[in-house]
């Protein structure tokens, strides 16, 4: 169950890149998506690269990527209902070059912005078992490390959050999660929480727009003051 050993030996995102690109290391999701290309073969169906400059000053984390989203365009949130909010979002704050996000050829580009997942393979029922995300939380610790300018991070939902603090050696009950914590972390770099942006939690307005609105809005004023 452990990833590939080619992302600790050689570092950097050129390495998280091509560890992923061949990653199955989790069998029960590496079955799961030889069964969606089978019934799907025009979705991508594989592992999930991070989207946005690694040099950038923000970093987006997610869940997994979704069924009909990520898992069918090949870019984070992008071609469902959780990326519609997070790009108007991103968009709004100088963050993203347009406020949709359809397909990955589609010309968006972000600025001083990467999103990743916590697990980068679609999981059965949106649900990553926890030693599936032990596993690929190494590639995560991984992107934190080739982040050089990484400021600011946004975890989206509580697995998100757990997945951050364990990639950086942290403890989950020093930093509890909740919508629009402020947490310190190594180095002086920030991390925020929110809930996820999900369809589940945004029609029953666990999360509104004027709420994750404000996240961003303190990510701006975190980078500011940087």
């Given at each position: ?17 091509l560890?992923?690109?061949?990653c ?14 089978a ?16 040099r ?22 992008t ?41 980068k ?7 990553p ?23 600011v ?7 998100a959050h757990?997945?951050?603090?364990k990639?950086?050696g ?5 930093h ?39 996240i961003f ?10």
């Amino acid at each position: 169950m452990n990833p590939p050993s080619s992302v600790a030996a050689t570092g950097g995102p050129e390495a998280v890149a091509l560890a992923l690109a061949s990653c199955a290391a989790c069998p029960r999701l590496a079955k799961f998506l030889a069964e969606v290309r089978a019934a799907h073969p025009e979705y991508h169906a594989r592992p999930v690269m991070p989207f946005g400059d690694h040099r950038a000053r923000l970093l987006v984390v997610g869940l997994a990527p979704g069924m009909h989203g990520a898992n069918r365009t090949g870019r984070p949130f992008t071609g469902d209902h959780a990326g519609i909010l997070l790009y108007e979002t991103l968009h709004r704050y100088g963050f993203a070059s347009q406020p949709t996000s359809l397909a990955a050829g589609d010309g968006l580009q972000l600025h001083d912005c990467r999103i990743t997942n916590a697990v980068k393979c679609l999981p059965p029922q949106n649900k990553p078992l926890p030693v599936e995300i032990r596993t690929c939380n190494h590639y995560l610790a991984e992107e934190l490390r080739a982040a050089p300018a990484l400021r600011v991070v946004v975890a989206l939902g509580s697995i998100a959050h757990g997945a951050v603090l364990k990639a950086l050696g942290l403890r989950l009950a020093d930093h509890a999660f909740a919508h629009g914590a402020r947490h310190l972390l190594p180095e002086g770099r920030i991390l925020l929480d929110s809930y996820h942006c999900s369809r589940y939690n945004t029609q029953t307005r666990r999360l509104t727009a004027e709420g994750f609105a404000a996240i961003f809005a303190a990510v701006r004023d975190e980078l500011e003051r940087a």
